[in-house]
Nanobody, 127 residues
Framework: QVELTESGGGFVQAGASLRLSCAAS??????????TGWFRQSPGNDREFLAA????????YYSDFIKGRFILSRDRSKNTIDLQMNSLNTQDTAIYYC??????????????????WGQGTQVSVSS
């Protein structure tokens, strides 16, 4: 079973940018049928979906509230799924997780559809 590791979190001021990476312990092929998603969870809140990459076909999906601030991409040289986060604000403070699973298209945002999770990386934004 593939293991996931997130990196790139940190403590920044409002307006700054961060780039998170999700690395898998083994190669994920485009034929695997897997989807890699990015989620976040802040204290007292449910884990919420941010974006997903479907390895078959390479399509990317975003939650509506991201509104273009976050950009997901695949780094082929590193075999990572990266989340570029711009114009960060204090409400973006959370633990950010990546996960893999086989969700159907209509269920991309459901936490329960993802079976493998990383340990998370903390993002803290100060005003």
């Amino acid at each position: 079973q593939v293991e996931l590791t997130e990196s790139g979190g940190g403590f920044v001021q409002a307006g700054a940018s961060l780039r998170l990476s999700c690395a898998a312990s083994s190669h994920i092929s485009s034929g695997s049928g897997l989807t890699t998603g990015w989620f976040r969870q802040s204290p007292g809140n449910d884990r919420e979906f941010l974006a997903a990459y479907r390895w078959m076909g390479g399509r990317i999906y975003y939650s509506d509230f991201i509104k273009g601030r976050f950009i997901l991409s695949r780094d082929r040289s590193k075999n990572t799924i990266d989340l570029q986060m711009n114009s960060l604000n204090t409400q973006d403070t959370a633990i950010y997780y990546c996960a893999t699973g086989r969700p159907i298209l209509s269920a991309l945002s459901l936490v329960s559809m993802y079976t493998t999770w990383g340990q998370g990386t903390q993002v803290s934004v100060s005003s």
